[in-house]
């Protein structure tokens, strides 16, 4: 009796004792195992008389059940440490510094860095941004624009035309320019429109300033009274900010676009002394973008009332303005996406010129 007593103290002792789930397995053992001392004091209960084999095996089942418990907390305990010790030493070390030197940083595209300049510059004039498809349609990209086919002005644009057909037979192209996200804004909604559209244009063309995929933003403002001053108001807004400076000098002059009426193409003063273009200086003239009042017959097209509705629109080419403002020679080595270009020619983030930022809270 009192062995049983002493055996079951010293196999609490060692389970409670073990530092491990092997050495709380041998504890086990040496009393429930083949060979453990309980499994043979049990086994001994046939060979007793019926009272005493009464007493006995209730004796022996509650160090049994005691000893299980005993076990059981303890291998819960030894599991639970064994857990937070693998979660300690598989930790991830998120604080690892990185390695900040500029080599080490991506850079930003000069169209990128552009496009943000020019969508940050009109946002804050009340302009959204508004995007549609490269892959276009004739309607949209022409005949609503009021270049019916035949005309002209389409022979001008070097179209890309798919092999494919819309389904309802239209010729299908890469759109020329971004005008046609004009046509899709005004029958998407109701005017008053005031939007940008920075976007990817295509035509089949290639030399030191032409690529066969290029950048525009388009403009477009519809309302009821909008007029010519505000055109001629918003550019030069647009172009002080841009070219940031006040001195910029802008010449609005007469030209033609089958879908504005009266059109104007705007130049910028500039200074090509010794073969460097310097813009906002001298008295030479370069060409930056292409406007007018949105033709009568483009608003007709739309469902639009041009005795209700007018407003303007203007283009420009993304890639060129920013060969312009960052002094980049040649255009198609935008596109070749040569990293020791964009080392030389991209923005590093957070460390980009005044514009382009974010808007100033
Ligand atoms: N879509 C013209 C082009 O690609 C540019 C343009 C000119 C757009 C005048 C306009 C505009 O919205 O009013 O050559």
Redesign the pocket.
Known sequence: MTEIVKLAEEAERAMTAASSLEALEEARLSVLGKKGWLSAALKELGALNAEERKARAQQLNEVKDRLAAVLESRKTALNDAAIEARLKAERLDMTLPLNESAEAQGRIHPVSQVIDEITEIFAAMGFSIAEGPDIEDDFHNFTALNMPPEHPARQM?DTFYLPKRGADGEQIVLR????PV?IRTMRGGPPPHRIVVPGR?YRSDYDMTHTPMFH?V???VIDRTTHMGHLKGVLTEFCKAFFETENVKMRFRPSY?P??EP?AEVDINCSREGGVLRVGEGDDWLEI????M?HPRVLQHCGLDPNEWQG????MGIDRIAMLKYGIPDLRAFFDADLRWLKHYGFVPLDIPTLGQGVAR
């Open positions: 644009q020329t320019h971004t005008s004009q244009t525009q388009e403009g477009l676009f879908f504005t059109s973008l292409g406007s007018g949105v303007f629109a203007f283009g």
